[in-house]
């Protein structure tokens, strides 16, 4: 197959392209909810004729905050065959952290739900404040508070707005376009908005779905998050590629888990380790049928050799492979191949994409010899087009030759396979989700009690690492661990919050008063 940028040019054409190419295979599944490829892209169509009706304009931002749902694929993809551009939002954001994302994109429609495990997203962003652009609120599932509207009432507009007059806008998409922003912390604590375009998310993806190997006729468990780069790029857009069946998996329970993929026969199940290493070790693992596995895709976490050798031997996983990469980069970076030895797998993150060129460079920019640490760099098609109105902190990211720093430090051996060994950044990474130290300590900063605080990693068997606050309280005042905890837990995303406290009189600085995190993680 020719390179799908090449080949369909947009996410839309993409679409629609599948539809007859795939036209005998199931594109998604969810529960009861069964459709093939012809019908996805009908359920698609429909929702980009109701965007349209309801005054969505090229260009115009739609966030997604919701789990992975079929309608998260309806909408989402409706709403870049509408012109559209896609802000997925975390489903572990609190309401502060959803208001920024939309005030700061400038998002005309929000694509939401409420009672999701619980929890009211509506009633979370009013609480901290709905955006003034914020025009629709459409809830995917659950009941429409006043102001908003259902998925299924908004649906209803789409008669107002013909076939071919949709097939026009979507036809009018160019592949250069931004078709999606993507929100990723950096460590000023804000994040910050990284613009990808038609182009760019489907030649890096043919790419993926070729060297993992994704074919024709999969079935897709997708666990990862649709509002990441692996769930949505990685997950919906490789299978409109490849012609893989989408079975949308909206919270990760072990036992459920295994049944689908019993059910439905899944054969490819991409995740962090943590989610191998749990069903590895459940106890009702064997009461299940999972001989259908045979494709594997993990990373963004430490990757034992252990646990490539029990994948191997204990399930029927034929194929494992890591990759590494930055929402940045499209969200790749590199790549192990198929043929990889179980220590290449689990050492390493892969080679390079084809067409990316990769470096490992010192502090002025020089690429250091093989085998020598310093920062990796990456420059080609995936890197993004900068950050959403944000040209400093484009110019900080890529640089004059475009460069896109990465702020990972690793190591590249000879045949060019990286090693990530440590983050410029600081960020770390818990079960999957990167976190940002600088913006958990401002959040913590707003306690009446704490004067100072520092964020840093420690290791932990299942999550990869987790978080640790080391907190100076505020004169006169003390700290207790536990109620600082309680208190950090509504106001940030639960993989943010510190799994510890430790209160300090004071935290080691150096002579220019920057706080010495290395001391801080030998602590822990």
Request: aromatic share 8%; with cysteine.
């Amino acid at each position: 197959m020719t390179r799908a940028d090449q080949e369909f040019g947009t996410i839309p054409a993409l679409v629609r392209a599948s539809a007859a190419r795939f036209a005998d295979l199931d594109g998604l599944v969810d529960g009861d909810l069964r459709l093939t490829f012809p019908e996805l892209a009908a359920r698609i169509e429909e929702a980009s004729r109701a965007f349209m009706a309801a005054g969505l304009q090229a260009g115009d931002r739609v966030g997604i905050w919701a789990p992975n749902l079929a309608e998260w694929v309806f909408a989402a993809l409706g709403a870049i065959g509408a012109g559209g551009v896609l802000v997925p939002l975390n489903t572990r954001f609190k309401g502060a952290e959803a208001a920024y994302v939309l005030e700061r994109s400038g998002a005309r429609f929000l694509c939401t739900v409420t009672g999701f495990l619980g929890t009211d997203y509506v009633a979370m962003l009013r609480d901290a404040g709905v955006p003034e652009a914020l025009e629709h609120v459409v809830v995917l599932q659950g009941d429409a508070p006043p102001g908003t509207t259902t998925f299924a009432d908004f649906l209803t507009r789409a008669g107002e707005v013909s076939v071919d007059d949709a097939r026009a806008r979507a036809d009018a998409v160019q592949p250069d376009d931004v078709s999606d922003i993507i929100f990723t912390s950096g460590t000023t604590g804000k994040p910050k908005g990284a613009m990808t375009t038609h182009a760019q998310t489907l030649r890096t993806f043919d790419a993926w779905a070729t060297t993992v190997g994704l074919a024709r006729g999969d079935r897709y468990l997708v666990v990862n998050p649709f509002f990441h780069t692996f769930g949505y790029k990685a997950g919906i857009i490789a299978c409109f590629i490849q012609g893989a069946t989408i079975v949308p998996e909206p919270v990760f329970d072990v036992p459920a888990v295994l049944a689908h993929v019993a059910a439905e026969r899944i054969t490819m199940l991409p995740g962090p380790p943590t989610l191998y290493l749990s069903i590895l070790d459940h106890p009702e693992r064997d009461t299940f049928d999972l001989s259908s596995l045979r494709l594997a895709v993990t990373g963004a976490a430490a990757v034992p050799v252990e646990m490539i050798r029990r994948m191997r031997e204990e399930l029927t996983f034929r194929t494992i492979v890591t990759a590494y990469g930055l929402t940045e980069s499209c969200g790749t970076v590199s790549i192990c191949r198929a043929d990889d030895d179980p220590e290449t797998i689990s050492h390493t993150s892969g080679r390079a994409i084809e067409g990316l060129e990769v470096r490992i460079v010192d502090d002025d920019g020089n690429e250091v010899p093989r085998g020598a640490s310093g920062e990796i760099v990456c420059r080609g098609y995936n890197v993004m087009v900068g950050y959403f109105e944000d040209d400093a902190a484009t110019r900080e990211a890529i640089d004059a030759d475009g460069w896109l720093h990465t702020g990972d430090i690793g190591v590249m051996d000879e045949r060019g396979y990286l090693q990530i060994t440590d983050r410029k950044k600081d960020m770390f990474i818990v079960g999957g989700f990167n976190v940002y130290p600088a913006e958990v300590e401002n959040a913590i900063l707003a306690h009446p009690d704490v004067a100072q605080v520092a964020v840093v990693s420690a290791p932990d068997a299942r999550m990869g690492e987790v978080g640790v606050a080391f907190v100076v309280p505020r004169a006169g005042a003390s700290v207790d661990p536990d109620e600082l905890l309680a208190w950090c837990a509504p106001r940030m995303a639960n993989y943010k919050v510190p799994r510890r406290a430790v209160v300090v009189d004071a935290l080691p600085v150096n002579a220019s008063g920057k706080v010495l995190k290395y001391e801080l993680r030998e602590r822990v």
